[in-house]
C-alpha cells in the first residue's frame, strides 16, 4: 500500500485543474497451483498494476486508465481523460454536475490468520498430490484436480476533495473436481471449496476440508454415473446454498441493479422486468424472502469499507418481507433515477470504470434445520451446486441445472438422481418460496466470475444464504 | 509499446539467462478508446492504454509462467521483468519435473501489420448519434492498436499488429422490443453505418406491431447467424480440444464415439489463415491454416495445444482449446428464398445466454432476443415474446436440420473482458424443421 501512496503523492503534486477528479491505484497479486491426475501443471504467478484518472470538468465527464505510473504516464491519462470529458460535455446522456464527489477516508484490511507466504509452495504442492490420491478411487475416476489459488487486491483511492480509501482484499481458492465415465455417460463433481468462496488466507484449507472433502466429491461422482435421471413433473424444490447462490445472483440481484433498469446494459446484460415505480410497492416474493445488501459480513467476498468511487460502505434491504425497497444502485445512478440505493459501484481492476454491481447480496435466514426444511415436503427433489445457468435478458424466464440431486418422499431424503434441473419465471418464483433455513443453516459463499459492462467486467460477488424451499416447481433431468 | 521496445526487452532478460535456461516472453500490448451509448447519448467514455509481459521460465523439464504489466518506459520496463523473473527462477527450483512441458525448438519469425482507416473516435461517435438521431440507440464503441508478441532465448521473435474498430449497438422500441446491429473492420466508411440504421429503422417498424406470445413446444425456424454463432460458442466450450475428449468431458462424446451425427451437411473448421489472430502459439508453434473439426457430420479432429499434443503425442495445431477463428460451412440456401422456405415459424435474429442443459446429450437451453419474428406463409408477420428454447444439437443440426444459407456472415466478436478479442466467426443461417420452446 505503500507504494500506491507514494504513486498518489506524484499525481497530487501534478493534480489537473478541472471540476473533481478521482485517482484509482490497483495493484493484484495472482498466484495459482493446480495438479491434474497426479501431475503439477505449471504455476502461474501474475502481477498487475495501473491507475484510472476520472475527471469532471467543463461539463463532462472522462476517464483514462493506463499501466503507465509514472508522472508521465498519470498526467497523459488525465488529458485523456479530459479529452472524453469535452466529448462528454457535447454528447453526454446526463449533466456533468450530478457525478457523486467523495471524501470519505476510510481503510480496510482483510484479517488473515495464515498467510499465503506461510507455507512454501512445496508443501502446498503436496496438499493437492495428497488431494489427487483421494480423488482417483478408481478407473472409472477419467479426470480430477486439485487447486489452491491466491489472489490479493489493493486499491488507493484519492479524490480531489480530500477522499482516501484504502483497501487489501486477500482470497485463496481452495478446490477439487474429479470426472466420472462409462461408456457415454460423464458426470462431474465438484468440491473442497470450488463453490464456497470468501476472504481470507491459507486457513480456507482447513475450514473447507480440501483433503477430507476428496473421496464423498469422487464417490458421488461415481454414484451418479448409476443414478436416475432426475424425473420431469411439478414438485417441490429444496435447494441447498451452493445452488440458492446462483437461484439469488440470477433472479434478485441482476434485476435489482439500477443500471440496467436505466438502461445501461440494454444492449449486453439485458435489462430488468423490475421498473421505478415497483419500489416500496411491488411483492417480489412470499412474507419468508427478506434480502440485503450487506458489506459487512465478515470474510463474505465484497465486504469492504467503501465502493469504487468513494461512497461508504452499509447495510441496506432491498426486499422486506417479500416488498421491494430499493435497487441495487450507486450514488450516480440514484442521481439519474431519483432513487435511494446502495454503495456497490464496482470496477473489475484498474482498466475498467466502475459501474453498478452486486457486492455481498444476501437472503437473510428464516428458522430451523435443513432437515426441518426436508420433513415439510411429501414428494420433492433437493438440488447441490450449480452446473448450469441461463436467464433472459429481462431476468424473468430461467432455468437452472445442478451437479447432484435426491429424491424427497413423505419428508425423508430418498436416492439419488442426475442431471437435475428446473425453471421458472422470477416473478412468480420467489412467491413459491415456503421455508428459509435458520442462522445455523445458513453459508457464506458467492460467484468469482460474474460478467458485466461494455466494456467487459468480470467480478467477484457475495451471497450469504441458508437452504431454501420452493412449492410447485418445473423440474427435469436429462436426455436429448 | 512498439516490436522494437518488446524485443530489446525480450534481449535483455535473454543475457541474464543462465546457461540451461530458456525463456519465452509473450507480449500484450493494447490502446483502446472504450465509449458507451444510452439513450443515443453518451452515457461512459474513456481510454485504456495496457501492456501486460507474459514469462514462462523453463529449466531442464521443469517450467513456471508469470506476468507483469508494463509502463512504457524502457528502464522501469526492465526493473519490472526483472523483478518477474527473478521471482520465476526462485520457484524453478522448487516444482518437480513436468512431464507435459511443451515448446518449438525450432527458432522462427514473423511480423503482421493489418491495414487500417480509423477515425478519430470522438468524430465517430458524433457521427453516429446524429445519424441515429430519434432512436433509442444503446451500445458500445471500441477502437485502437493491439498487438502480440512472442520473443524466445531459443530465436522466436514473432509480432503481429492490428488496428480495428467494433462497434456493437441495437435500438430499442420499447421494453425489451428491439433490433441489434454490428459493424466492426479497419476501414470506417460512414455511409455502411447508415445503412445499417436504416435496416434497423424498417425492423423496429415490425416490431411495432402487437407482439405475439407463444407456447411451448415445437416450431419451425430459422437461425440468423448471430443466433448460430451463440450454439457454435457453446461448442466452443469444451467440444473439439483434445483434453475434453481423452477425458470424456466433451459435450460432442456421442459424436466422438460414433453413437451420434449431425447431418452430413455439416462442417465445422478451425480457419486459422483467415483469421484475426497471430498465427503463432505462445510456445512457438505455428498454426496450420486449417482444422477441420467436423466434416460430413462427423467427428474429424481435435485442437491441440501444446500441452495436451505432448500428453497425447499429437501435433500442436492451435494457441487456445477453443476455437478462435471458426467457420461452419456454407449450404445451398438462397437469403431471399428463406422466408418462403420457413413459410410458417419463427425467424429467429440472436440468442442469448446459452448454457449447457445436458451435455452428455449436447442440449442446449438459451433465450431468444433481439429481432425475432413470427412469419406466416413467408411473411414476417410480428415481432414474438422472448422464449427459452431447450434442444440437442444432434437435433437442430441433425436429424432437424433442412438447409444452411449459402451467404455466410463475418461475425467479429466484441467480446472485451481479457482486453479486446481477435476471435472471428464465419457462419450461415440455418434452417430447421423444429425447435423446442419450453418456456
Ligand atoms: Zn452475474
Known amino acids: 500500500m505503500q507504494h500506491l501512496c507514494d504513486i498518489a503523492d506524484v499525481f497530487l503534486r501534478q493534480a489537473p485543474a478541472c471540476d473533481y477528479w478521482t485517482l484509482r491505484l490497483v495493484e493484484e497479486e495472482h498466484d495459482h497451483l493446480e495438479v491434474r491426475q497426479g501431475v503439477v501443471e505449471p504455476s502461474r504467478l501474475t502481477y498487475t498494476s495501473g491507475a484510472m484518472v476520472t475527471l469532471v470538468g467543463g461539463g463532462g465527464i472522462g476517464y483514462g486508465a493506463t499501466s503507465d505510473l509514472s508522472a508521465a504516464g498519470l498526467r497523459a491519462a488525465a488529458e485523456r481523460a479530459a479529452g472524453w470529458a469535452r466529448v462528454h460535455a457535447r454528447l453526454g446522456l446526463f449533466e456533468a454536475g450530478i457525478y457523486p464527489r467523495s471524501s470519505t477516508r476510510a481503510d480496510y484490511r482483510t484479517p488473515i490468520e495464515e498467510p499465503w507466504s506461510t507455507l512454501p509452495i512445496g508443501e502446498k504442492l503436496d496438499i493437492l498430490q495428497a488431494a489427487n490420491d483421494a480423488l482417483a478411487i478408481e478407473d472409472r475416476i477419467v479426470d480430477w484436480s486439485a487447486w489452491l489459488a491466491r489472489r490479493r487486491v489493493s486499491q488507493l483511492l484519492i479524490t480531489s476533495d480530500g477522499g482516501r480509501v484504502s483497501q487489501v482484499l486477500d482470497y485463496v481458492h481452495p478446490g477439487l473436481v474429479a470426472v466420472a465415465n462409462e461408456g457415454s455417460q460423464t458426470q462431474r463433481r465438484h468440491g473442497g471449496g470450488s463453490d464456497g468462496s470468501q476472504q481470507g488466507g491459507l486457513e480456507r484449507i482447513a475450514a473447507v476440508r480440501l483433503l477430507e472433502d476428496a473421496p464423498r466429491v469422487a464417490e458421488e461422482a461415481l454414484a451418479l454415473l448409476d443414478a436416475p435421471d432426475c424425473p420431469q413433473d411439478t414438485r417441490d424444490l429444496v435447494l441447498l446454498p451452493s445452488q440458492m447462490v446462483l437461484q439469488i445472483h440470477e433472479s434478485i440481484g441482476h434485476p435489482l441493479e439500477l443500471d440496467r433498469i436505466l438502461g445501461d446494459e440494454r444492449n449486453y446484460a439485458g435489462t430488468s422486468f423490475v421498473t421505478p415505480g415497483m419500489f416500496g410497492r411491488y411483492r417480489y416474493g412470499s412474507e419468508l424472502l427478506n434480502v440485503t445488501f450487506d458489506p459487512t459480513v465478515p470474510m463474505e467476498l465484497v465486504s469492504g469499507v467503501a465502493d469504487d468511487e468513494g461512497a461508504p460502505a452499509a447495510r441496506e434491504y432491498l426486499i422486506r418481507r417479500g416488498i421491494l425497497e430499493r435497487p441495487l444502485g450507486g450514488a450516480l445512478s440514484q442521481a439519474r433515477a431519483g432513487l435511494p440505493g446502495t454503495a456497490n459501484t464496482r470496477a473489475s481492476s484498474w482498466d475498467r470504470p466502475p459501474i453498478d454491481r452486486m457486492g455481498n447480496i444476501n437472503l437473510e435466514p428464516g428458522e430451523g434445520s435443513l432437515a426441518d426444511l426436508i420433513a415439510q415436503v411429501e414428494r420433492g427433489v433437493l438440488m447441490d451446486t450449480n452446473r448450469s445457468w441461463s436467464i433472459d435478458d429481462s431476468r424473468n424466464k430461467f432455468q437452472f441445472g445442478c451437479e447432484l440431486g435426491r429424491l424427497i418422499e413423505d419428508g425423508e431424503l430418498k436416492g439419488l438422481v442426475r442431471n437435475p434441473g428446473y425453471r421458472g419465471i422470477s416473478a412468480s418464483f420467489w412467491r413459491s418460496l415456503d421455508g428459509v433455513g435458520g442462522p445455523e443453516s445458513l453459508e457464506i459463499r458467492g460467484v468469482c466470475n460474474c460478467g458485466k459492462g461494455e466494456p467487459n467486467q468480470s467480478v467477484y460477488v457475495g451471497h450469504a444464504t441458508p437452504p431454501c424451499l420452493f412449492r410447485d416447481v418445473a423440474v427435469f433431468g436429462g436426455g436429448e | ?439
Open chain 2, 1 to 439: 509499446m512498439n516490436a522494437d521496445a518488446f524485443f530489446t526487452l525480450a534481449d535483455h532478460l535473454n543475457a541474464e539467462l543462465r546457461s540451461a535456461e530458456i525463456l519465452f516472453s509473450n507480449l500484450s500490448n493494447e490502446s483502446s478508446d472504450f465509449v458507451r451509448l444510452n439513450r443515443n447519448r453518451l452515457r461512459q467514455a474513456g481510454h485504456v492504454g495496457s501492456t501486460a509481459l507474459d514469462l514462462t521460465l523453463i529449466e531442464g523439464s521443469r517450467q513456471v509462467e508469470g506476468g507483469c504489466d508494463l509502463s512504457g518506459d524502457p528502464t522501469e520496463d526492465q526493473a519490472r521483468a526483472r523483478r518477474l523473473l527473478a521471482r520465476l527462477r526462485e520457484r524453478l527450483a522448487h516444482v518437480p519435473d513436468d512431464p507435459y512441458l511443451s515448446y518449438s525448438a525450432e527458432p522462427s519469425e514473423s511480423d503482421h501489420y493489418g491495414d487500417a482507416r480509423l477515425p478519430p473516435a470522438a468524430e465517430t461517435i458524433g457521427e453516429l448519434i446524429a445519424s441515429a438521431d430519434g432512436m433509442d440507440l444503446v451500445g458500445i464503441w471500441a477502437s485502437g492498436d493491439i498487438a502480440e508478441g512472442l520473443a524466445s532465448s531459443i530465436g522466436h521473435r514473432h509480432w503481429h499488429a492490428s488496428a480495428s474498430f467494433n462497434l456493437d449497438w441495437s435500438c430499442y422500441l420499447e421494453a425489451d422490443k428491439a433490433v441489434k446491429s454490428a459493424y466492426s473492420g479497419f476501414d470506417w466508411d460512414p455511409a455502411i453505418l447508415r445503412a445499417k440504421l436504416e435496416v434497423m429503422r424498417e425492423g423496429l417498424h415490425i416490431m411495432s406491431r402487437p407482439a405475439r406470445i407463444l407456447e411451448p413446444g415445437r416450431y419451425r425456424a430459422y437461425l440468423a447467424p448471430s443466433a448460430v454463432g451463440e450454439l457454435m460458442g457453446m461448442l466452443a466450450w469444451g467440444g473439439f480440444d483434445l483434453k475434453s475428449h481423452r477425458t470424456h468431458q466433451t459435450p460432442l462424446l456421442k459424436m466422438a464415439r460414433g453413437e451420434r451425427s449431425f447431418d452430413p451437411r455439416i462442417g465445422i473448421r478451425e480457419e486459422h489463415d483467415r483469421g484475426l489472430a497471430p498465427r503463432f502459439t505462445a510456445e512457438g508453434f505455428p498454426t496450420p491454416p486449417r482444422v477441420a473439426l467436423v466434416e460430413g457430420g462427423r467427428f474429424a479432429a481435435c485442437l491441440v495445444d501444446a500441452r495436451s499434443g505432448k500428453e497425447y503425442g499429437e501435433p500442436v495445431n492451435t494457441a487456445s482449446d477453443a476455437p478462435g477463428s471458426l467457420g461452419l460451412d456454407a449450404g445451398t440456401l438462397d437469403d431471399f428464398d428463406v422466408p418462403g422456405q420457413l413459410d410458417t415459424g419463427l425467424w429467429i435474429g440472436n440468442l442469448w445466454y446459452c448454457n449447457w442443459s445436458d451435455p452428455n446429450d449436447c442440449r442446449v437451453t438459451g433465450m431468444t432476443r433481439f429481432g425475432t419474428y413470427w412469419v406466416e406463409s413467408g411473411e414476417i408477420v410480428a415481432p414474438v415474446k422472448v422464449m427459452r428454447f431447450d434442444d440437442s444439437l444432434y437435433h437442430l443440426l441433425g436429424d432437424r436440420l433442412e438447409g444452411l444459407t449459402r451467404e455466410r456472415e463475418l461475425l467479429l466478436s466484441a467480446e472485451t473482458y481479457d482486453g479486446r478479442s481477435t476471435d472471428s466467426a464465419l457462419l450461415p443461417g440455418v434452417l430447421v424443421s423444429g425447435i423446442d420452446l419450453t418456456l
